[in-house]
C-alpha cells in the first residue's frame, strides 16, 4: 500500500533515442482497508483507559453498508459510526470493566450487504500491564516429610521498564513461613522464601511484598503445597 513509482523501458532501433523510458506513478489501496487491522487494549493498574478507533474504508465501486455488529468479546462495547455512507465508517470500541486479571481476546463481526465483504472478522484484545513482575508469580511447593531436610525458595521481583524501586516489607499472611529479602538492585530485587519445610497448613499463604512503586504498591505471591 501506499504511493508507488516504477518504469517502463521501450528499446528500439531509434538511432536519436534508442531507449524511451515512461514513468508511472500511483497510490496502491486494498479493497477493503481495515485501520488498525484489530484493536487492542493496555490496561493500565489504575484502570485507566481510553477508547479504541478503527476506521472501515470501502475502496472498490460498490457500495458498503453495514447490515448488522456482533460483539463477541464480554469486556468491550462497541459502536459504530458512518462517516460517508457506503464508503467510510468509524468503529469505537470500549471497555466494560477493568476487571482483566490477563490478557484477554475476541472478535467483533461486522455484516454488511457488500457481496464480497458480507462479513468482516476485527480481532479484539485487552491486558492488564503490570510494571512489577514477580517470578514465579506462584510459588508451588512439594510437601516434605518431617524427616527430610528444610529447603530455600527464591522469588524475582522485576520492574519491566526498569524503573527503581524498594522493598519496604516482606510478609506472609498468615505467617506460616519465613520471608525476607535476599538482595536487591535498583530495579530488582530477590526474595527469600525459607528455610522452610512445606506442609498444608502453608496452602493457601500469599506472600506480601510491598514497595515504594507508587503505581504498584503490594505484590501478592500465592502459595501452594502439593502432595509428593
Known amino acids: 500500500m501506499g504511493p508507488k513509482r516504477t518504469s517502463i523501458y521501450l528499446h528500439s532501433n531509434d538511432p536519436l533515442n534508442p531507449v524511451f523510458q515512461c ?3 500511483g497510490t496502491a489501496v486494498t479493497a ?4 488498525p ?3 487492542h487494549f493496555d490496561i493500565p493498574l489504575d484502570g485507566t483507559n481510553q477508547p479504541e478507533h478503527l476506521t472501515i474504508r470501502n475502496n472498490t465501486d460498490t457500495p458498503l453498508n453495514p447490515i448488522s455488529v456482533e460483539v463477541k468479546a464480554s469486556f468491550c462495547r462497541v459502536q459504530l459510526e458512518t462517516n460517508i455512507p457506503g464508503s467510510q465508517y468509524t468503529l469505537t470500541s470500549t471497555l466494560l470493566t477493568t476487571a482483566v486479571t490477563a490478557a484477554v481476546s475476541g472478535t467483533i463481526i461486522l455484516r454488511t450487504d457488500h457481496p464480497q465483504y458480507s462479513r468482516i472478522e476485527i480481532p479484539v484484545s485487552a491486558s492488564l500491564i503490570r510494571d512489577l513482575g514477580a517470578f514465579p508469580s ?8 518431617g524427616d ?3 529447603e530455600n525458595r527464591y522469588i524475582i521481583l522485576q520492574a519491566s521498564s526498569n524503573q527503581t524501586f524498594k522493598v519496604l516489607k516482606v510478609e506472609a499472611i498468615p505467617p506460616t513461613l519465613p520471608v525476607l529479602v535476599h538482595s536487591e538492585k535498583p530495579a530488582w530485587v ?3 522464601a525459607g528455610p522452610l519445610r512445606p506442609s498444608q ?3 493457601g499463604t500469599v506472600i506480601r511484598i510491598h ?3 507508587s503505581r504498584q504498591p503490594t505484590v501478592d505471591i500465592p502459595v501452594r503445597v502439593v502432595k509428593p
Open 190 to 192: 530477590r526474595i527469600k
Open 23 to 25: 514513468q508511472l506513478t
Open 148 to 150: 527430610r531436610p528444610t
Open 201 to 203: 497448613e502453608m496452602n
Open 138 to 145: 506462584e510459588l508451588v511447593l512439594r510437601e516434605i516429610p
Open 211 to 213: 514497595t515504594d512503586y
Open 32 to 35: 477493503l482497508d481495515l485501520s
Open 37 to 39: 487491522s484489530s484493536l
